[in-house]
């Protein structure tokens, strides 16, 4: 071979003397041959690649300047070359040649023809890029100019060595022409690596820099510098994100995965098809065998038939398509898989380099006669290995953490998109609320798993390269360590089982302290009503104590887990070096040896850790995959079932039958109706006939058996339910069409939606919160029926829309709307009703009997035939005259104040099947309002409309948005979370973290003198003595250092539980403290999520990241000090190096920390906007919006992935800028290693060079860990937040009244004036009147009057702005809270209970006997129910009192009274819907029970209150009349006409 070269260069090609000289250089022939073809080899490799796209039809980019230039520096290039080959050419045969001289070699030919053709080929893969029009710069043109600059190099230095020892040029031409080509390439190199924008890529690049990225910037990640900036000088918003990619947006991702999916789901149903077809034969044997055995034997009946069952069941989970979720997201996202794939084969090789270069490097400080060069070879090498290695990890995580992303939002899509056509037979297997964690959890855990997927097959090959390289080392003796290594992990695992039952444990604890918590905010007002604070804080306190004491153990076994990990490397290494040290008395430890397999040991640390996280994490996401295929693959709404074809009746339907599932029985029978267009179609009938199911039938929800449904023209629908979206109110009623303001502003007139937009502080353009929490139960149905009329459809199907709003305004909405006379007179109307008094006006009446119509006709031919409308004219007529009656006692006032009520009032139509999806989407700034509340209730005050008036665009939003923090955490708030664990735990446990970094350090010094043995005894026997020490000492450091973690963590752990008690009992206590005003204007959500996550972060995610930065901070510190002790020079590089990487760190975590939060508020909507469309499946599909809903939540998930996809570039950015810190650190202390060679022994050269190759990581947890530090220490900030809000006064004040106060009950309001809160209007204007003993005074007023208000003043719920109020000659101002609020006595209006026993419920704080309490109950006639419990008084009540029904919550309410015995009684009357008979009940008790005591009834119905003493009829916060009722009537003022008002 070397000979056929030698011919070919006509020079020697290879003689190792040329290296072994202090200037070393290659022979020529190398340079002229290996040289030039390796950059020309990879230009060809690259060369067929760049050619696709001639073959494409494409426009192409207008020529450029650079591209000009480009092709002008090649062309000069393509002349050299042929230059040369002409005068190699005329050298040979010319003229002047001679004959018999020597020939030039070939060489002279080959390489010049070589040249031009590769220049050609560069022209043409530039001519190339202009056709693909997106890109900006080609790679591999760069690499290749990189390629041929760096070979060429050597020829550059040979030809100028050789005419300076000759002093002469010894061969002008040629040199020139290497001179002017070299010089070219230069040009031509700068050139490649400048972005050639086309007019397009501009375009793009202004909303998405990433457009315009060059190769270099890509690599390097410097595109994102601009937002990293923008992030740095001022808190990013929403605003700032950039577009994303074209491929990685929702709809492409989509596309990709659909197309996929598709095809893997036919594959797997046939599949399926065919494993059901081979069933049911085998089945059928079975059961004939079985039948036949069991006659005699029962047991073995019994077993047989618990076998089939579990069988069943198995069959009945395996019943679906299966494994074809992963081979989807495969072959979707293949490119990205195998590229991230090839990234990471390359890195895990690349690993293994600086290993092996270490050794030559000790090899070269040990050899003082080798060459000074090699040392900066090696050095120079070492930089260039970790460059190459960051540069493709950080390719290699964008690319997975992208694929993440992807497969994330393909499957967030494709749920979305099921859920809009899934049958119902689906639906009903999973709730909205398991829907919404499909989409949020498993797509997350997927997410998770795809970033470290590859892990599976490298982590193994990782391990088995580490294990060959040790074997290299140290031979057999590999085993010994490795052994250590493997029986840790058993270890770890059962550590891991075991700490996840405490997890599980303590999530229990968790979850029940929420329940109450949950419940105080609910009752809080009830609370503060019977002074039960302390009660209930004492509960919670109990909970909060168990789940510490948990928290407790699980932070000792993770300590322990802490201690076996960070013992670990030192056993391994100890017990390996022992081994090899005394398996025989040849092997001496030398550094090379010594500190090689300490950098394999620490490379190998790495999978093992991972491997059994991977499994575990890999367990969890097979159970989110096959919930995702149960669900992905479920069957679809038949969209056929319903035709649209021309006919002549507007609705027809031929002999349906309809079931809601396939195998259920059919709701509807044989059902036939032609409905002519134009008509007005009342459907009548008992509850439960099928009313809601005929028009459910008519959207095509149901599951048609037989028969065919035609509809002509389009559809809207109003449900029983109104369905409101979380946007604008006139978004609401245009629902996706174009505005037309005629149009518009007819509907919402005809809807009397026009009162209420006056009371809306934003008129149409407020914002309606989730669910229509700010409108009452008739507002929203009135929205949900302009929505209807907007659409102008051909066919109405309303489903008893009048039955949510009052009486006359339902005859105003049939008037204007629905009726003959009505808006929507000329179109088709089929309306479900139970209001009789419009059946009059119908054209035509269905009356529906349990699924079958019975009869069809108008109201008087119906009337006339006595069949089963008639009985219902019969039971309905009776009810409605009751209902009319009471309805019209309740309307004190014009309708609009009515319908504003705030919804508590109203029997509420809200408590739809879909809570489950509310609650798990507590938005933090959800509108949820404390509706319970008597402040909202002012609806005339003043100071509403004042602020509409004075065009305040703020009260659009109903409560004011939760303060987002943005910068930097205040260095007092981490102060504040070190105070809370104690400083003498902070010291110690920092101390003993010091000492065992200390530890750390002395151990790798006394294996670095260890290994100096080697040369200290050369060639002579190695003392055994000696030896022991060594190994001896090397252990006992090594242990040392594991115990010294272990107490560390263990004191970190008590320190920062003690922390944790503490920031919760103060926020706990506080919260009660807080005066209700802080509840009305706060939704409970957002208190909740102090306690829940706020407070989970104190517990569990602050200690661990405080915990690892301590660790991290002082491992860098002692890598550091290690390099600057082995080679003091280092000291001149760690400042500049430290200035840069706090300017890198800090503009990290500013961006960083606010991108985090951008990503968790962005992802709401898309939860809730899933919610909201799951709640609204029946409308949102009967109007045909399903695309448009699609739409919406594309867009929704890309304002996520705005946010995330940066977070992820964020990352690569920080990391890449840090390893290159890190990477310099390595070069640099290799580098003075070789300066220093003389005066260094090769023990510490290992050293500080295998402690800068792990500083990179260390580095890089650093600023990880500091960014999480401050992210998660915000918990603390937040949660001192409301623990810093103003309490109401104090409980309990040195001024206590007389044990038996108040013995008389005589009230006495002196001036009295209030207002809520200190800017708002007054709400009672100098009330002035007194209330002698046992008075019953009734408290009248229409609604905003302050009847309520008078309440909370007498318990100080707000305080007097002037004015006092005197209980028998008691000031009430002067008292501590509890022992004013203990002494008297509310019965609320909604009863409100919590969860915990009956028993709990009436005395909370265990001061009566039972006795007591079953004589109450007897009293509030609900004895006899409460011993038919099983459990009797300890019988569990659910939260909110769900397990009894309202009757009996509101004598669980009196009852409640009556056990407090209390001189004065305040009945706040209840509205809500409670059955005459308990009302009596409640009535009669009172009037006998509270005799003797001083009663203040607030009535809303006047009949309760005629025969109290005296009636107190208030209006706008002042007293108007105050006298006996019968007094009142004779007046004939305010009293007189509300009792007229009542028909009394």
Request: proline share 3%.
């Amino acid at each position: 071979m070397s000979a056929a070269l030698e011919k070919y260069c006509g020079s020697v090609f290879w003689n190792a003397s040329y290296l072994q000289r202090a200037d070393p250089d290659l022979p020529v022939c190398v340079e002229r041959t290996v040289l030039v073809w390796f950059p020309v080899l990879f230009l060809w490799l690259c060369a067929p690649w760049h050619f696709t796209s001639f073959c494409k039809k494409s426009a192409k980019a207008p020529a450029s300047r650079l591209y000009i230039c480009k092709q002008i520096v090649c062309g000069l290039l393509f002349l050299t070359a042929v230059a040369e080959l002409a005068l190699t050419l005329g050298e040979d045969y010319g003229p002047s040649s001679e004959s018999a001289a020597q020939k030039h070699p070939a060489v002279f030919y080959t390489n010049p023809v070589l040249f031009a053709v590769s220049w050609i080929v560069v022209m043409l893969c530039q001519e190339s890029m202009r056709r693909r029009v997106k890109s900006v710069d080609s790679g591999s043109l760069f690499l290749f100019w990189i390629l041929q600059v760096l070979c060429a190099v050597f020829q550059f230095q040979t030809l100028l060595r050789e005419a300076l020892a000759q002093d002469e040029v010894p061969d002008v031409p040629r040199f020139s022409l290497f001179y002017i080509s070299y010089g070219l390439q230069l040009i031509a190199l700068v050139l490649s690596a400048i972005a050639d924008l086309s007019p397009e890529v501009k375009k793009l690049s202004q909303t998405n820099p990433e457009a315009k990225a060059t190769f270099l910037s890509r690599i390097t990640f410097n595109w994102f510098n601009s937002m990293v900036i923008k992030g740095y000088k001022r808190p990013l918003v929403q605003e700032d994100m950039w577009d994303l990619n074209e491929e990685e947006s929702t709809h492409s991702i989509c596309q990709q995965f659909e197309d996929v999916m598709t095809k893997e789901l036919r594959k797997a149903r046939s599949v399926l098809q065919k494993k059901r077809n081979k069933r049911p034969a085998r089945d059928d044997a079975q059961n004939g065998l079985a039948k036949g055995v069991s006659h005699d034997v029962l047991v073995m009946e019994e077993t047989g038939k618990k076998k089939d069952k579990k069988k069943a069941k198995k069959d009945s989970e395996s019943d679906y398509p299966q494994s074809w979720l992963i081979p989807t997201i495969v072959k979707s996202f293949k490119g990205v898989l195998l590229e991230s794939a090839f990234f990471k084969l390359i890195q895990d090789l690349l690993a293994f380099a600086s290993p092996q270069l270490l050794k030559l490097m000790i090899a070269f400080v040990q050899d003082k006669s080798s060459h000074a060069w090699s040392g900066y070879l090696y050095a120079v090498l070492l930089l260039l290995v970790a460059f190459l290695q960051s540069v493709i990890l950080q390719q290699y995580f964008q690319r997975c953490f992208v694929l993440g992303m992807k497969v994330r939002t393909a499957i967030m899509a494709a749920v979305y998109k099921k859920a809009l056509v899934v049958s119902n037979d689906s639906r009903k297997e999973s709730t909205a609320g398991e829907i919404v964690n499909l989409m949020s959890a498993d797509a997350q855990r997927f997410n998770d798993v795809t970033n470290f997927i590859h892990l599976l097959w490298s982590c193994p090959l990782q391990i088995a390269l580490s294990i060959a390289f040790l074997w290299i080392e140290l031979g057999p003796s590999v085993l010994a360590g490795l052994l250590v290594m493997v029986l840790m992990v058993p270890i770890n695992g059962w550590l891991a089982t075991k700490s996840r039952a405490f997890q599980v444990e303590n999530m229990k604890f968790k979850d029940s302290r929420m329940k109450i918590v949950n419940d105080i905010l609910n009752g809080i007002k009830i609370l503060k009503y019977y002074a039960w604070e302390s009660s209930f804080e004492s509960q919670v306190q109990a909970i909060r104590e168990k789940e510490l004491k948990v928290m407790r153990k699980f932070a000792y076994l993770s300590s322990v887990s802490t201690f076996i990990f960070s013992c670990a490397p030192a056993i391994v290494s100890l017990a390996t070096f022992a081994v090899f040290v005394s398996v025989s008395p040849d092997n001496i430890l030398d550094a090379e040896k010594a500190f090689t397999s300490i950098s394999l040991f620490n490379i190998l640390r790495f999978p093992l850790a991972m491997l059994p996280q991977l499994i575990s994490s890999m367990v969890q996401t097979a159970v989110s995959k096959k919930r995702l295929e149960k669900f992905l693959s479920g069957s679809d709404m038949d969209m056929t079932a319903i035709k649209h074809d021309d006919s002549n009746t507007a609705v027809s339907m031929t002999d349906g039958t309809f079931a809601w599932e396939r195998e259920t029985e059919p709701v509807l029978k044989h059902v036939s109706l032609d409905i002519a267009p134009g008509r007005l179609v009342a459907v009548v009938g008992a509850v439960g006939s099928g009313k809601t199911s005929l028009i459910s039938a008519l959207l095509g929800e149901l599951h048609c058996l037989k028969g065919h449904i035609n509809i002509n023209g389009s559809v809207a629908y109003v449900p029983q339910q109104a369905w409101i979206q979380n946007a604008s109110l006139k978004d609401n009623v245009l629902f996706g069409s174009e505005l037309d303001e005629e149009r518009y502003r007819s509907a919402v007139e005809a809807c009397a939606l026009g009162p209420d937009l006056d009371l809306l502080p934003g008129r149409d353009q407020t914002e309606i919160g989730e669910k229509g929490i700010n409108l009452s139960g008739g507002q929203k149905q009135r929205v949900s029926l302009a929505r209807a009329v907007y659409s102008s459809a051909d066919v109405f199907l309303l489903d008893d829309p009048l039955s949510a709003v009052d009486s006359h305004v339902g005859k105003h909405l049939f008037e204007r709307v629905i009726g003959p006379k009505g808006l929507l007179r000329n179109k088709t109307r089929i309306l479900v009703t139970h209001g009789i008094s419009f059946l009059a006006y119908v054209d035509e009446i269905v009356v529906l009997v349990n699924g079958v119509v019975s009869e069809v006709g108008s109201y008087e031919a119906l009337r006339a035939s006595k069949g089963a409308f008639n009985e219902f004219m019969e039971t309905y007529g009776k009810e409605e005259s009751k209902a009319n009656g009471n309805k019209a006692a309740a309307q004190g006032s014009d309708y609009e104040e009515i319908e504003t009520l705030p919804a508590g009032i109203e029997p509420q139509a809200d408590g739809s099947p879909e809570d489950i999806v509310s609650n798990t989407l507590k938005r933090e700034n959800s509108l949820r309002h404390s509706q319970r509340n008597g402040s909202v209730r002012v609806r005339k005050n003043s100071s509403l409309r004042s602020k509409k008036d004075s065009g305040d665009k703020k009260g659009q939003r109903l409560i004011e948005k939760e303060t987002m923090e943005t910068g930097r955490v205040k260095f007092s708030v981490y102060l504040q979370y070190l105070r809370a664990m104690g400083w003498c735990c902070v010291t110690w446990s920092f101390l003993i973290y010091f000492i065992q970094n200390v530890a750390i350090i002395g151990q790798n010094l006394w294996l670095s003198d260890w290994t100096n043995d080697a040369e200290n005894y050369f060639n002579t026997t190695y003392p055994n003595n000696i030896r022991d020490t060594r190994i001896g000492v090397f252990g006992a450091l090594g242990i040392a250092q594991g115990f010294l973690v272990f107490l560390g963590t263990i004191l970190l752990a008590d320190g920062s539980i003690c922390a944790s008690r503490t920031l919760h009992t103060n926020l706990l206590s506080n919260i009660l403290k807080v005066p209700m005003v802080f509840f009305d204007t706060t939704p409970s959500g957002r208190v909740v999520n102090r306690f829940a996550k706020d407070i989970f972060t104190v517990d569990e995610l602050i200690p661990m990241s405080f915990r690892s930065w301590i660790l991290c901070l002082l491992g860098v510190l002692g890598t550091l000090f290690v390099i600057c002790l082995a080679t003091p020079i280092f000291t001149a590089v760690v400042v500049p190096m430290a200035v840069i990487y706090y300017f890198v760190q800090r503009f990290y975590v500013a961006t960083s920390r606010q991108l985090r939060r951008l990503d968790s508020v962005s992802r709401s909507p898309i939860y809730s906007h899933f919610g909201e469309t799951v709640s609204g499946l029946s409308v949102i599909r009967a109007y045909g919006h399903q695309q448009r809903f699609l739409k919406q939540n594309e867009d929704t998930i890309d304002q996520n992935l705005k946010s995330v996809y940066p977070w992820i570039v964020s990352n690569r950015w920080l990391a890449m800028r840090l390893e290159s810190l890190g990477n310099l650190v390595v070069f640099f202390s290799a580098l003075f290693a070789v300066i220093s060679r003389d005066s260094l022994n090769s023990g510490l050269v290992g050293l500080s060079i295998s402690y800068a190759l792990n500083v990179t990581q260390t580095l890089n947890w650093l600023v990880r860990m500091t960014s999480e530090l401050e992210t998660n220490i915000v918990a603390v900030e937040r949660v001192s937040e409301y623990t810093e809000i103003k309490n109401e006064a104090p409980w309990i004040t040195s001024n206590r009244p007389p044990d038996d106060w108040p013995s008389a009950g005589k009230i006495r309001f002196e001036n009295y004036k209030v207002r809520y809160r200190p800017e708002l209007e007054l709400i009672l204007h100098g009330i002035t009147c007194d209330i002698e003993t046992t008075e019953k005074i009734g408290i009248v007023g229409r609604t905003g009057a302050g009847k309520s208000s008078l309440t909370n003043c007498l318990f100080r719920i707000i305080e007097a702005s002037e004015g006092r109020i005197i209980i028998d000659g008691i000031d009430i101002s002067t008292l501590g809270l509890h022992d004013l609020r203990s002494r008297l006595t509310i019965i609320p209006q909604d009863p409100v209970l919590f969860s915990g026993t009956l028993r709990m419920n009436l005395d909370p704080f265990l001061m009566f006997s039972d006795e007591e309490i079953w004589n109450v109950l007897e009293l509030a006639h609900l004895k006899d129910y409460v011993q038919g419990l099983p459990t009797g008084l300890q019988h569990e009540v659910s939260e909110g009192g769900e397990n009894l029904s309202l009757g009996q919550r509101q004598l669980l309410c009196l009852a409640r009274a009556l056990l407090r015995k209390s001189r004065i009684l305040i009945l706040d009357e209840a509205t809500a819907a409670v059955d005459l008979e308990t009302d009596d009940l409640i009535q009669s008790t009172i009037r006998r029970e509270f005799s003797h005591c001083t009663v203040l009834t607030i009535a809303h119905r006047l009949n309760t209150i005629l025969d109290s003493s005296r009636v107190m009829v208030l209006d706008s916060g002042k007293i108007v009349e105050f006298d006996s009722p019968s007094t009142l009537l004779h007046k004939q003022g305010h009293f007189y006409s509300m009792a007229k008002d009542a028909g009394i």
